[in-house]
């Protein structure tokens, strides 16, 4: 059974900075597409950032420009640096690869 285990959630004043860290057990971790969602209370969940086999990025509009997400196949790791964020960033974070989801991790931005 694939494991992913996300970390870095928390709470942050507006313009502030998070790291998210996703860790996971899958095995030919360097051969998926890993992808970050983020499902806020009454909304859908939906896909944040996602990033191929081979470095590609995508993102969804309202993070282009303040989100970096990355990945370290060598830790089967992905990460998602999160700057500039605001209020409509708070939702609860997961982590996604090949079927597979993390358990959320939560950011909320508030002052």
């Known amino acids: 059974q694939v494991q992913l285990v996300e970390s870095g959630g928390g709470l942050v004043q507006p313009g502030g900075s998070l790291r998210l860290s996703c860790a996971t057990s899958?095995?030919?971790?360097?051969?998926?597409?890993m992808a970050w969602y983020r499902q806020a209370p009454g909304k859908q969940r939906e896909l944040v950032a996602s990033?191929?086999?081979?470095?590609?990025?995508n993102y969804v509009d309202s993070v282009k420009g303040r989100f970096t997400i990355s990945r370290d196949n060598a830790r089967k790791t992905v990460y998602l640096q999160m700057n500039s964020l605001k209020p409509e960033d708070t939702a609860l974070y997961y982590c996604?690869?090949?079927?597979?989801w993390g358990q959320g991790t939560q950011v909320t931005v508030s002052s």
């Open positions: 996604y690869i090949n079927g597979n």
């Open positions: 990033i191929t086999s081979g470095g590609i990025p």
């Open positions: 899958v095995s030919i971790f360097n051969f998926y597409t």
